[in-house]
C-alpha cells in the first residue's frame, strides 16, 4: 500500500515509518520539522520504497496514498505549550486536510488520539465511553480539546461521508528516539539522572501515569489500522500505572546514578490518574502490551546516554 504518515519525522512517526517499511508498505512521510527532527530520518532514507516531503499540515496537501496515518501534533506541555494557537490549528486543520484527502481518495485514515481526552479523570481505569474531566480554558487545553475536537471531526466524517476512520487514544508512550529536552516525564528523569543532577518530581509524587514501550504502541496502531473495523477510539497503553516518585527511583537504580529526588509544585490542570482499560485493545485487536517497564527504560536509558 501506499501510505502517508503526517508527523513523521517525530518520535511515533519515524517509529512507524520503519513498521511500515519493514512490512513491504510505500511511505510518504510529511512534517514541518516543529518537534520532529531529521536524524529521525536517517534510517528510513536508506528504503527505496521512502519519500519525505516538508509540509506544515495545517495547509492542504494533495497525494496519491490508499491510506493515511495522521500524526502531527506537538505531543508533550512543553512542546504544545510553546504555542497553544499553533497546537490548535494543527489539530483542527491538520485532521481536516487529512480527512479531506481521504475522503477523495476513498482510503482509510487514522487519528493519533491522546489519553489526554480524558483530562483529570474521575474515574479509574479510563475507558472509552468516559467522556473526561477536561478544563476547556486551561493551559493545557489547546492540546487536549484540539484532540477531542480532532475525534469530533473523525466521527463527523464517519457519519457524514463514510470515511473509513480509526482512532487510536494513545498513553504514555517512551523509548529511543524521544527528544532529550521534550519535557516528558520519562525522557526528562533521565537525563536528569544520567548527569546526576537532582530529579524534579512534581507535587508529592503520588500521581500515576501508564508507560506503554514505543514497539507495543506501534504494534497495536498498526493492528488497529489494517486488523479491525473499529472507527471509534481504541484506548492503546500499559495498563500498568506506576508513581511518579516510583519512577524516579527506578531510573536512578536503572542509571545507577547519584541523583536526588527534589519535588515541585504541581503544575496546573496536570491529571493525577492516567490507567488505560484495554479490553476493547484486548478482545478486538488481540493486542496488549509486551515490554516490561524495567526492559523498556533499561533500552531507553542505553539510547540517551549517548547524548552526555
Known sequence: MKLIVTGGAGFLGSHLSLKLLTLGHE????????????????????????????????????????????LACPASPVQYQRNPIFTLRTNFLGSYHALELARQRNCRVLQASTSEVYGDPLVNPQKENYFGNVNPNGIRACYDEGKRVSETLFMDYNRTYGTDTRIIRIFNTYGPLMDKNDGRVVSSFIMQALQNKDISVYGDGTQT??????????????????????????????????????????????????????????????????????????????????????????????YFDKFI
Open 27 to 70: 511511505v510518504l512521510g510529511i512534517d514541518n520539522f516543529y518537534t520532529g527532527h531529521r536524524r529521525n530520518l536517517q534510517t528510513l532514507l536508506d528504503f527505496e520504497n521512502y519519500n519525505f516531503i516538508e509540509h506544515d499540515v495545517t495547509e492542504p496537501y494533495y497525494q496519491d496514498c490508499d491510506g493515511i496515518f495522521n
Open 209 to 302: 501515569r501508564s508507560f506503554c514501550y514505543v514497539t507495543d504502541l506501534i504494534d497495536g496502531m498498526t493492528r488497529l489500522f489494517f486488523d479491525s473495523n473499529l472507527n471509534g477510539p481504541v484506548n492503546i497503553g500499559n495498563p500498568n500505572p506506576v508513581s511518579m516518585l516510583k519512577l524516579a527511583q527506578e531510573i536512578i537504580e536503572y542509571t545507577e546514578s547519584s541523583s536526588q529526588i527534589t519535588y515541585q509544585p504541581f503544575p496546573a490542570d496536570d491529571p493525577k490518574l492516567r490507567d488505560p482499560d484495554i479490553s476493547i485493545a484486548k478482545s478486538a485487536l488481540m493486542w496488549e502490551p509486551k515490554v516490561s517497564r524495567e526492559e523498556g527504560l533499561k533500552k531507553t536509558i542505553g
